[in-house]
């Protein structure tokens, strides 16, 4: 099983640590606590939800990957920043949620469908 996803439950969270001293989220899992040197942290998990932060849009496609697309600097709803590959092209504050493959070795994040009407999915943060 990937050291990266986490299925318990059959709902799909990144692996992460958070650390017991000053609250600090991390992804990957960490041993000792980048804002204050504590050690060991947490292991916990986080997701799916997200929101883009910062972006760059790709126009060429690899390793089975169709172009175009984005990586992008996602902030998971708990705290942390991870930087993944984005489903599609997103816009900073587009929300979005956590996707993988069946292996788990590889995720993404794929927009979050704003449903039409609501005037909700804009101007988060
Ligand atoms: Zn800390």
Do not use: K, N
Request: with cysteine; proline share 9%.
């Amino acid at each position: 099983m990937s050291e990266r996803i986490d299925r318990t439950g059959g709902e799909l969270r990144l692996v992460g640590s958070r650390c017991p001293g000053c609250d600090h989220p991390t992804i990957p899992l960490r041993l000792v606590c980048p804002a204050c040197g504590l050690r060991p942290m947490d292991r916990t998990r986080f997701g799916p939800s997200g929101t883009v932060e910062r972006h760059t849009d790709l126009e060429v496609g690899f390793a089975g990957i169709e172009a175009p697309y984005s990586i992008a600097l996602v902030r998971l709803d708990e705290g942390p920043v991870v930087l993944s590959r984005t489903e599609g092209a997103v816009e900073p504050g587009t929300r979005v949620t956590l996707d993988a493959d069946e292996g788990g070795d590889v995720y993404w994040f794929a927009p979050v469908p704003v449903e039409a009407g609501t005037g909700r999915g804009h101007h988060v943060g």
